[in-house]
């Protein structure tokens, strides 16, 4: 099959799609929505999001150094289209998309009780790029809905219905199709 050149902008998909909640000094909560984000490290747990210097949250990020990443699932598709798309400076996000507000544990920052899971973060380095930041933040504590644990405290990702997104759309995690060292293993 041949390859064609292909203009720049979104190339790596798909992404998660995450609800990233800020808070200022004064107080006052945001919520945006994020598909450039991810792990950068596991030891320390390190994760990175990128933001649009224009974006309403973009200030609060840089004062406090603190977000919180909230996972998005099927049910919160909408919420997080919303939030993608509406900025916090017109209006209160939470409310118009009837979002609970829960305090996190080492940050300012709420966390979404509508959430599965979410990452506690607190910035230790702000690259800029261009159009974005790069926010470079260990993950100070995650609090995950006590259902996606198993009895061995082992997280069962793979039940929360979490979606992804691909130029502009959502999808929803689709089957197991291998698992870590499958290329290895001796069958």
Request: hydrophobic share 40%.
């Amino acid at each position: 099959m041949a390859k064609q050149a292909w203009k720049p902008g979104s190339m790596l998909a798909p992404v998660p799609a995450v609800l990233v909640t800020v808070k200022s000094k004064a107080g006052e909560d945001n919520v945006l929505t994020i598909a450039w984000a991810g792990t950068v490290c596991s030891s320390p747990s390190m994760v990175s999001i990128s933001v649009r210097k224009e974006r309403y949250s973009h200030p609060m990020l840089m004062e406090t150094g603190e977000f919180v990443i909230n996972l998005v699932t099927e049910d919160l598709i909408r919420a997080a289209d919303y939030c993608g798309v509406k900025s916090g400076k017109d209006e209160d996000k939470f409310a118009a998309c009837g979002l609970t507000k829960e305090p996190a544990g080492t940050v300012s920052p709420c966390v979404i009780k509508e959430s599965p899971l979410a990452l506690e973060c607190k910035v230790e380095q702000v690259i800029p790029l261009g159009s974005h930041d790069l926010f470079l933040a260990r993950v100070t504590q995650v609090d995950v809905e006590e259902s996606l644990l198993d009895e061995n405290g082992r997280l069962k990702l793979e039940e929360a219905g979490l979606v992804s997104y691909i130029h502009g759309e959502y999808y929803a995690q689709g089957e197991r199709v291998g698992t870590f060292g499958c290329s290895v293993r001796k069958k």
